[in-house]
């Protein structure tokens, strides 16, 4: 079994900061990519960022200069560190990571449990 647990969520004023943190444990033999979702309310889930193994980023336009993922292949840990938040960066935000298996190989993607990130004054 595979878990991921996230941190860092909370309420922030606009143009603060906050970080969210999302470690996975347990059979664990490799984790490829890793990313951050958001998803508000009565809007689509979308991909805020992504990092791969090797440290190639990609970013969601609306969100490119502000925010920056990165990941501790170490502590199985994907960070995303979000600067100059706006009201419209208001979601729930989920982290993904695609991961290997020990013993079976099978790959599959797994999900946090959500952290809700609310910007507002």
Known sequence: ????????????????????????SGSIFSISAMGWYRQAPGKQRELVAGILSGGSTNYVDSVKGRFTISRDNAKNTVYLQMNSLKPEDTA??????????????????????????????
């Open 1 to 24: 079994q595979v878990q991921l647990v996230e941190s860092g969520g909370g309420l922030v004023q606009p143009g603060g900061s906050l970080r969210l943190s999302c470690a996975a």
């Open 92 to 121: 729930v935000y989920y982290c993904n990571m695609r991961i290997v298996t020990s013993g079976t190989f099978y790959v599959d993607d797994y999900w946090g449990q959500g952290t809700q990130v609310t910007v507002s004054s």
